[in-house]
């Protein structure tokens, strides 16, 4: 019984017994199948709610992130950025203490690890030790205990550029990086993925096809919702129906 119980430990949360763990993780594994598409911290609150309802949760997350440490570790390792993937696990994690804080962890700035995050970190090492991202996502997940998938709009590397109308509402100018995008003053007219045309990640497509409810957002518009939806086939794969309600 005692071992029983130690395997059970990081599915039990605080105040329940084994009786009431099991008959909610029975009707969490029924739950609708939901897909949520987005990125940034919106996406993961909006995870963390969610997964009180249902375990069938799949997280669509954009990679065209290229600020801080996500950003660091995509210029100087050269894989996608891991930052809002790591926000999604944790969120889903049925462990939410210790070892997600830990996942959560920032180092200082002057630490030497350039304000990396242990997550980033981990994910970074199981992509390089896996041999791909998405391998890297899975294992994450399981030592996180996620209930849900967090898959990737594309594996392709991407950036968002932008053509930004100033104040002066005379000059109209490029900019490349979701961060520098972010960052620029003015109206943002129009948006693109540098390269065109990614790919998408095959399993995320099917997650789409075979959901019950499909959640946009929130986060930023254009560098957490159109960054994914930008990616051929994501919209294709939405009910019409959805999106005829989503621009209304």
């Not at 199948?33 to 919106?42: E, F, L, M």
């Not at 070892?99 to 920032?106: G, L, S, W």
């Not at 998405?134 to 392709?156: C, D, H, M, N, Y």
Request: proline share 6%; glycine share 10%.
């Amino acid at each position: 019984m005692g071992l029983n119980r130690a395997l059970l430990r990081p599915f039990i949360r605080p105040g329940k017994d084994i009786i009431d763990t099991v008959a909610d993780y029975s009707r969490k594994e029924k739950g609708p199948r939901i897909v949520v598409i987005g990125g940034g911290t919106g996406l993961a609150s909006v995870l963390r709610g969610l997964k009180a309802y249902s375990m069938n949760i799949t997280a669509v997350v954009t990679v065209a992130d290229d600020g801080g440490s996500s950003g660091e570790i995509r210029k100087t390792v050269g894989i996608l950025p891991p930052g809002d993937i790591r926000n999604c696990l944790a969120a889903l994690s049925n462990d939410e203490e210790l070892i997600t804080q830990v996942f959560q962890y920032r180092f200082a700035a002057g630490a030497g690890l350039n304000g990396h995050s242990l997550g980033n970190l981990l994910i970074t090492a199981l992509t390089e030790i896996t041999g791909s991202f998405e391998a890297g996502i899975a294992e994450s997940a399981r030592v996180l205990a996620v209930q849900g998938r967090v898959f990737p709009s594309t594996l392709k590397n991407i950036n968002l550029v932008g053509e930004v109308e100033l104040e002066d509402k005379k000059t109209r100018v490029r900019i490349k990086g979701e961060s520098e995008l972010a960052k620029l003053g003015g109206t943002i007219r129009r948006v693109w993925l540098d390269p065109a045309n990614p790919s998408p990640f095959p399993p995320t497509l099917q997650a789409i096809l075979n959901a019950d409810l499909i959640l946009v957002g929130p986060g930023s518009l254009y560098t957490s919702i159109i960054a994914n939806l930008l990616v051929p086939d994501i919209v294709e794969a939405i009910p019409e129906v959805f999106i005829l309600h989503f621009l209304k």
